[in-house]
């Protein structure tokens, strides 16, 4: 890693479970969870504190299963399923390159997962370890954008990062079909929420806002993009309350 020092002191990472597929059309890919792992890995090293949300569309998309005739709520539940088979996937990872590592659900799952108390996972960030939050918010028709903005202001992080899958920030429609599409260096909660931009739903963006909680949008699979996001490197969206400067 650089010799800069970590700008962040406490952060909250959200993981898309497409983003851990990486060239793969279902799953994990072990080298993507390996180079995830090892960010993290140099990034405590540097005293930083480190939270994880990771989604699980790699597995299974709720509002799919939705659009082919299944109970929403019961689609979103199966959801969270899906996030725990992807958390216990990177706490192993975690845990093979020597990070301590807790995995807390908000739904109860005692045989794999600590119950979701939040003092508790402070005071694991207290301690250099690795907490990685499972089970999305515990409620149906809620996204893991929104729990990773609930579980980063509650825990206090100092910045919300939003690792996407082959996705280098936030423009103003989807580059993947739209090669036209113009890219924001940054912008405001505010115009985020007025432009409906799609890359994180607007719970999240509303609750970032109203907790003047930063956002910064970028691609996981750019070189060691965790790493220089947390050193304050430009890197993908920079996301802010327009009441700063």
């Known amino acids: 890693m650089a ?6 002191e406490r952060v909250l990472l959200k993981l898309s479970g497409e983003a851990l597929m990486g060239k793969k059309r279902f799953g994990i890919d072990r080298s993507v969870l390996t180079r995830v792992a090892q960010q993290i890995k140099q990034i405590i090293e540097q005293g930083v504190e480190v939270a994880i ?13 939705e659009a082919k ?5 019961t689609a979103d539940y199966a959801g969270m399923l899906a ?5 216990l996937a990177l706490q192993d990872s975690l845990e093979n390159k020597g990070v301590t590592t807790r995995t807390q659900s908000a739904i109860t799952m005692h045989a794999v997962a600590e119950p979701y108390i939040r003092r508790r ?7 250099k370890r690795v907490v990685i939050f499972a089970g999305g918010t515990g409620n149906p028709y809620m996204t893991t954008d929104t729990a990773a903005a609930l579980r980063a202001i509650e825990i ?6 939003v690792a996407k899958n082959k996705v280098d920030g936030v423009y103003d429609s989807d580059p993947l079909s739209n090669p036209r599409a113009k890219k924001f260096d940054r912008l405001t909660h505010r115009v985020a929420l007025k432009l409906q931009l ?7 963006f509303s609750l970032c806002h109203d907790n003047k909680l930063p956002i910064i949008i970028f691609d996981l699979q750019g070189k060691q993009s965790i790493e220089r996001a947390i050193c304050g490197e430009h890197v993908g969206t920079f996301v ?3 009441e700063e400067k």
């Not at 996972?121 to 301690?127: C, G, M, N, T």
């Not at 799609?198 to 999240?204: F, H, I, K, L």
């Open 156 to 161: 206090g992080a100092d910045v919300l990062l």
């Open 240 to 242: 802010t309350n327009e």
């Open 83 to 87: 996030t725990v088979l992807n958390a």
């Open 69 to 73: 005739g299944m109970d929403r709520a």
């Open 53 to 65: 949300v990771v989604g699980g569309g790699n597995f299974w998309r709720g509002t799919g299963s």
């Open 121 to 127: 996972a402070i005071r694991h960030l207290e301690k």
């Open 198 to 204: 799609q890359v994180m739903d607007s719970t999240a």
């Open 3 to 8: 010799a800069k020092k970590p700008k962040y």
